[in-house]
Structure formats: structure tokens, C-alpha cells
């Protein structure tokens, strides 16, 4: 007979805690335990958690902060909370969000850059160690329910696609539930989706009111809904990640023509207007002053980095950079209208009054649109240069599914006001201050006031967990916990003249530098990759007094240089115990040898078959400045029509279709007009081999690969033609390979979304580029930094 009592025989059950009833070989003598089995129950009273965080959104955009952009939730919530005004992130997306997910540095998580550039090295081989929990499985292990919707962007490069490990995908860190995009951005009107652990089509098309701002506020809604309707006790944690305001800039028409003329002053202008603001406000000190446009010196950024004098633009080029911060704007409050409805549902269900709530952003303002701005990000990111004219030609569809706009840097300076650079720029606040609102109606008794402790991003985790009565583990999932890197803001809430508990915190991306030390601010005169100046410890490093200089625009390094040895002293004690090295600005032959490579098969062939997931860009067969074959072996009868393949979306992309009794290949350059086509007559009823082959013979003046392009049915050539084709990726989106069917937006204008094969059947496609392997890396490495 066996028997298990208290205290002379211990079981450890699933949920980890001990058995305590009584075990006989009869269960009629036995006595059961359910307390042991069952999952714990939240502390007593413990908030929900609302996190909401943007992308790139500067310090000076939003009207909390005295910008034009109108944000009613956001302003809503600053009434009836906080608003922080000296809280920092990284600067760049993927390692920002990555201190969302831990509590820890971005090197300790291996984010020391974004998912896409990871290198073989600790700090940036973006996978988060298992010594790092997330704060998800700790509040999941605490009694929460546990939601991630929107952008991800923390998913290792090398699991994007359906084959790979799920055990780094949002599941697998401890969300309950997933919704939206595993990459840097997506198609706002055409968003490559995921719910859970695989990819969906989205549920309506933009002509029936598709966005996705407003898809993800639906989604938000139905999982509170579904988690209160089972368990109307249990608290929620959800981590709320729109696209905005990321490129590209996409929003209801409506929404763009609420600011028609808003901007028209100029960049410029706009600095000094808002700086009073600010300072009218409360958010500035009334000293504060404005640093340059240009501020870095010649040799120690990008030349794409740089701003155009407002006053040496033309007419015409005025006229669209307006337009482009208008649908910037449009697109920022039509995002913050979607996210009024979750508040809404909140209140309207007796939940707003117990849920913390963060309205956040992830780094500064975006100078991805160089000094021009485009109406087809793509461009710049496959080192093509926007023409103005074609640009102005598409003024009038900016923001629609026409264009995928971004605008420029000028506005990059604006927004990031009154601070020197924008993002990427770790070693200055345009790229590292950033809004922040926190909103608690039951647990902080301050309405609508500022906050001026210094913070930063790994600070929010010890936040939350302070407010939720959850202590970090010392041990989660049999490992051993690091210590969180951050200190909880919640002292602040109701003290606001209490000094900031934070000492210290130091800064670096791709080789950009700073470090904050109780009010003194060092930062290194160094430009982010892809300059690639190295020679780090010649850098010339300035220093700041933050508490007296706001804006970090009077160097004193010359006059106190004991504290600039001091403060540098202190960076390099912080980078050694953080993982920070090596630094990494290599010029960009160099990176792209530490880069994760997918191996190319040995016979370099990739055979793919209908019904496969989409196949992310990362993954697929790569027909980026190479020569290359595709061959498809299809059954056709004469009503045969549909896509046989499709890579891309209309903004760069390439399909192989039949529609018409004709087979067309179409080669989209960049969504520049006219599209490139192949066409012949499509074969009679019965098995054929159709496909294309492009023998590249140069290369164009802006990396580009020129060549000839051949339509082969059955071995036999149809058509030809003189082709150019793109270096860098055809979608930063991630609209990935289709087989039988295009997904998104569509590659040609020939068909609408999807537009599947029917009345035959694709029986394989293959991709041969076993003859020509070059890849331009200049471009490559753009096209996959542009992804932050």
C-alpha cells in the first residue's frame, strides 16, 4: 500500500508546489489535493498592465509634449496621470523593445542591435539568454494573462520562417496570445500577419476599411474580452506594439487632411515654435536652447544623415516634405484614435480604473527618408535615388496604398527638438528621449502632472512588477536569474520633487556612445555604421551637464577634463559588465561577413510546392543581383488564370501569372513605372515548363544589375527583353515567396490581392542560382539596417 502524507512523504506536482493530500492504493481511502495542481492567483488587487508603445517618434511630436500631432488618448491619459520628461530608450527598435521584454540592458539580451544585423558575438546575437526571463513568464507565473499584439521585431533572424524553433517567438517568451508582425515593419494597408505561432491572411482589404491600427485595436479588445469572459478575476499584461509610427507612413485619407497647411513653415520653424511650447508646458526649463540642424562635423556621420536648409529647398520640394509630415501625422493620431477604443471598451467594462497604463515610444524621431524623403522607402534602401518630379507626381497619394512614404530628415531634426540627431544616434537625446505618460487612476493619486526624474526604457519591468506585487525570481525555469538593470518609477508617482533613483546609465549603437551620470552626460563625437570610422579610442568625446543644459548644447569637456576621464572610465566599466563588445562600425564589406547566412544549397536549388506558408525574404531564394533561373512544372487547362508565383508587393517584387490565355512575367523595379513584362501565349491543356532566365551583364550606376530576361515555355523561348533588377530586398515589409497565389498588396497591376491559380495546378517552382552568387553587399546591409 502506498501513502503520501504531510510531512512524511513530499510530492512536487506540475505546478511546483508540494502535495498535501493522502495516497492509497484505493482512491476510496485516498484523499486529493487540488490546491496543488492549480496555477496561482494574482496578488490580491493587482493591476492590469496596458504597455503601448510607438516607433520612432521624437521628443517634439506629440501635443502632450507642445507638438502639432494631436493625440486625444494620449492627451486623455496625461490628464489623468504622468507625464515623464527625461525618460531614455537605446535609440534604435529591436534592442529597445528587447529591455521591455527583460528588465535588462539591450547587450545582455543580445540586442546591442537589431534582429536583422545580428553578429556571432554575446551582446548581439539576438537571442535572449534563458538567465534573462521576461517579465511575460514571471507575470504569466504570477496569475496573469499575458498579450502581445502589434510589432514584434524580436524574433532572431534565423527562426523568421515556419520551419524554425518557435521557442523565441512571442509564445514562447510567455505571451498567452500573439497578433501582428514578426519584423522592423509592414504594409500598413497590406501587413504580412501572424496570430499565435503562424502566419494569417488579414481579415479585409483596405477598399472594405482595412488599416492596421485599426485591425490591432479589434484584436486587443477580443482578447480582453475572451480572457474576462472565462476568468473575469484574473489581471491582464498587454503589450501593445502598433506599426506607426515606423515607416511607412500610411493613414485614412481624412486623418492626412486634418493637417493640410499644419506644416507649411518648414521644419525650421517648426523647432522654434515648439521649443517655446515646451517651455511653456512645464516639459523644458526656460533656458533651454536649441542645438544646430547639422550639429556633427564633417566625416563623423552619414551624408544621409544630414538635414537641407529649409530655405534653400524650391517651391515643389517645400510643397511635398509638407505633405509628407502631414500623413506623418495623420498617420501618429489615427493610430492613437484606434487605441482610444481599447481605452474606451476599458472604461465602458469597469477596467480602466486598476489598469497601469505606459503611452510610450521606442527611440527617436526616424532619418531613414534621407535629406529628400520618398514616396518608396524601398529606394533609398536599395541605394536608388528618388526622382522629385516622380515623387511630386504621387503627392497627392501619399499615405495611400500607392506609396510607401517616409519623410525627410528635416523633420527627423524637427521632431527630435530641441536635441542634436535623431535615431540610431545613441550618444545624443534626438535619438534617446522619448514621451513617456503613465496613467493609474487607483494607484497614483497625481492628475496631470510632470515628472522630471531621469529614467530609462530598463526601467519600466521593475516598474511594473513594483505596481503588480510580483518579486523577480532568483530562479525561472531552473536557471538562475541576472539582476534586473533598471529601477522601479513608481517612488515618483506621488512625489514629484523627489530626487531620480537612477545613478547611471550608459548608451551604445553601431558605435555611437554615451553615458549618464548623475546629471553629467558623455557623449562620443562618433556617427552610427555605416561610416565605419573606427579607430574608437581616438574619439573625441564631449560632456554635458544635464541638469543645467537640457538640451546637451554646451560641450564642457575642455573645461572640466577630469570628469570627461571620469565619466569615460565609468563607460568602459558599464560596457565590460554588459556585454558591449566589440564595438562594430565596420564598413560594410566587413559586417556582412559577421552576419547570419542561411546556406545556400550546394546544387543551388530551391524547389518550392503549393499550399507552403509564405516563405519569409530571409529564407527564400535569393535573385538579389545575380543571374538566375525559375522554372515552374504546371498543369494547365484553357481556363487556367492565377499566380504561379510571387515574391514582393508593388513597391518591388516580381510574379510569374496566367490571366487571359497569357503568360506574363512581371519584373516591379522598385514600383517604378512602367512595370517590366515578359508575354507570350499561354500553353495548350496538359503538364508544361514555364519560367524565366536573366543572364546579368552589368551593373547600373546605383548597384542595380542589368541584363537580358528570357520567358521559356517547354524549353522554348517566347519573349526577351533588356531588365534591370534590384540588389536589395524587393520588401522590407517582409511580403515573402507565394507559390500559387500573392499575398499583400500585389506585385503587378495586372491582378488584384491573391488572385490564386485555379482550373489547374502549380506541381513545383524552382529557383536555380547556382550560376551567379555575387551579391552587392553595400545595398544588402542597407536593406537590413533600414529594418530597425
Not at 509564405?614 to 529564407?619: G, L, N, V
Request: charged share 20%.
Amino acid at each position: 500500500m502506498a501513502k503520501a502524507t504531510n510531512g512524511k512523504s513530499q510530492i512536487t506536482t506540475a505546478a511546483n508546489k508540494t502535495f498535501k493530500g493522502v495516497i492509497n492504493m484505493d482512491v476510496r481511502n485516498s484523499q486529493p489535493d487540488w490546491s496543488a495542481f492549480l496555477e496561482p492567483n494574482a496578488p490580491e488587487g493587482a493591476p492590469n498592465v496596458l504597455v503601448i508603445l510607438y516607433d520612432d517618434t521624437g521628443f517634439a511630436s506629440w501635443s502632450p509634449y507642445g507638438g502639432r500631432i494631436n493625440m486625444p488618448t494620449m492627451d486623455r491619459l496625461a490628464r489623468e496621470g504622468l507625464t515623464y520628461t527625461q525618460w531614455h530608450t537605446t535609440a534604435v527598435c529591436s534592442p529597445t523593445r528587447s529591455t521591455f521584454l527583460t528588465g535588462r540592458n539591450h547587450h545582455q539580451n543580445g540586442f546591442g542591435t537589431i534582429a536583422e544585423s545580428a553578429i556571432g558575438f554575446p551582446g548581439y546575437a539576438g537571442k535572449i539568454p534563458l538567465e534573462n526571463a521576461t517579465m511575460a513568464t514571471v507575470l504569466r507565473d504570477a496569475g496573469y494573462s499575458t498579450f502581445w499584439i502589434g510589432k514584434n521585431h524580436n524574433v532572431p533572424v534565423d527562426s523568421f520562417d515556419m520551419g524554425a524553433s518557435k521557442k523565441r517567438w512571442p509564445l514562447g517568451l510567455g505571451y498567452d496570445r500573439f497578433y501582428g508582425f514578426i519584423g522592423g515593419e509592414t504594409n500598413q494597408w497590406y501587413p504580412e500577419l501572424i496570430e499565435d505561432n503562424h502566419f494569417v491572411e488579414q481579415p479585409y482589404l483596405p477598399k472594405e476599411g482595412y488599416h492596421f491600427s485599426k485591425d490591432i485595436a479589434d484584436k486587443a479588445i477580443n482578447f480582453i474580452r475572451d480572457s474576462k469572459q472565462s476568468q473575469p478575476g484574473k489581471p491582464w499584461y498587454m503589450w501593445y506594439c502598433p506599426g506607426a509610427n515606423h515607416a511607412p507612413h500610411h493613414a485614412p485619407q481624412e486623418y492626412i487632411d486634418k493637417y493640410k497647411g499644419v506644416f507649411d513653415d518648414g521644419y525650421e520653424a517648426y523647432r522654434e515654435w515648439v521649443l517655446q511650447r515646451m517651455k511653456e508646458k512645464g516639459i523644458l526649463p526656460t533656458d533651454t536652447q536649441l542645438t544646430p540642424i547639422n550639429p556633427m562635423p564633417a566625416g563623423t556621420c552619414d551624408e544621409g544623415d544630414l538635414v537641407r536648409p529649409w530655405n534653400t529647398l524650391n517651391k515643389e520640394e517645400k510643397k511635398l516634405f509638407c505633405r509628407m509630415a502631414e500623413v506623418f501625422a495623420g498617420y501618429s493620431e489615427y493610430t492613437d484614435a484606434q487605441i482610444g477604443r481599447v481605452i474606451d471598451y476599458l472604461k465602458e467594462s469597469g477596467q480602466l480604473e486598476n489598469t497601469l497604463i505606459f503611452y510610450c515610444a521606442d527611440n527617436g524621431a526616424s532619418g531613414e527618408g534621407s535629406p529628400n524623403g520618398s514616396v518608396n522607402e524601398n529606394t533609398f534602401f536599395n541605394g536608388y535615388p528618388d526622382d522629385i518630379n516622380q515623387n511630386l507626381a504621387m503627392i497627392d497619394k501619399l499615405g495611400s496604398p500607392d506609396t510607401y512614404n517616409h519623410y525627410p530628415t528635416g523633420w527627423a531634426v524637427a521632431f527630435s527638438t530641441p536635441y542634436r540627431m535623431f535615431k540610431r544616434y545613441s550618444n545624443y537625446a534626438g535619438g534617446t528621449c522619448d514621451p513617456l505618460v503613465i496613467c493609474w487612476p487607483k494607484g497614483i493619486k497625481a492628475r496631470g502632472e510632470l515628472r522630471h526624474q531621469y529614467h530609462h526604457c530598463t526601467d519600466i519591468v521593475p516598474t511594473i512588477l513594483e505596481c503588480c506585487g510580483v518579486p523577480m525570481p532568483d530562479v525561472v525555469d531552473g536557471v538562475k536569474q541576472t539582476p534586473l538593470a533598471g529601477v522601479s518609477m513608481k517612488y515618483s508617482f506621488d512625489n514629484a520633487n523627489t530626487p531620480t533613483k537612477k545613478e547611471i546609465q550608459y548608451y551604445e549603437m553601431c558605435g555611437t556612445r554615451g553615458l549618464w551620470h548623475k546629471g553629467w552626460k558623455l557623449a562620443a563625437l562618433h556617427g552610427p555604421l555605416p561610416v565605419g570610422l573606427g579607430n574608437f579610442d581616438k574619439d573625441k568625446w564631449q560632456l554635458f551637464n544635464t541638469d543645467q543644459d537640457r538640451s546637451e548644447a554646451i560641450d564642457l569637456a575642455e573645461e572640466f577634463p577630469e570628469k570627461v576621464r571620469e565619466l569615460s572610465a565609468l563607460w568602459m566599466q558599464e560596457a565590460q559588465k554588459y556585454n558591449v563588445f566589440p564595438l562594430n562600425d565596420l564598413s560594410v564589406l566587413d559586417f556582412i561577413k559577421l552576419e547570419f547566412h542561411a546556406a545556400i544549397p550546394e546544387s543551388g536549388r530551391y524547389t518550392y510546392y503549393p499550399g507552403t506558408t509564405e516563405i519569409p525574404e530571409a529564407s527564400a531564394a535569393s535573385t538579389h543581383g545575380r543571374s538566375y533561373k525559375i522554372f515552374a512544372e504546371v498543369e494547365v487547362t484553357g481556363e487556367s488564370e492565377g499566380v504561379i508565383f510571387a515574391h514582393g508587393s508593388r513597391f518591388g517584387g516580381h510574379t510569374l501569372f496566367i490571366k487571359g490565355g497569357q503568360l506574363y512575367y512581371v519584373y516591379n523595379f522598385l514600383g517604378i513605372p512602367p512595370e517590366q513584362r515578359l508575354v507570350c501565349k499561354a500553353p495548350q491543356s496538359g503538364k508544361h515548363i514555364m519560367g524565366v532566365e536573366f543572364t546579368k551583364n552589368k551593373q547600373g550606376k546605383y548597384g542595380e544589375s542589368i541584363g537580358t530576361m528570357k520567358l521559356y515555355v517547354d524549353e522554348k523561348e517566347q519573349a526577351n527583353g533588356e531588365f534591370r533588377t534590384q540588389t536589395g530586398r524587393y520588401a522590407l515589409c517582409g511580403e515573402g515567396l507565394c507559390i500559387g497565389y500573392d499575398s499583400g498588396d500585389s506585385v503587378s497591376s495586372e491582378y488584384t490581392p491573391r488572385f490564386p491559380f485555379v482550373n489547374g495546378k502549380v506541381i513545383k517552382v524552382v529557383f536555380d542560382v547556382a550560376d551567379d552568387v555575387y551579391v552587392d553587399v553595400e545595398k544588402e546591409l542597407a536593406a537590413v539596417m533600414a529594418r530597425d
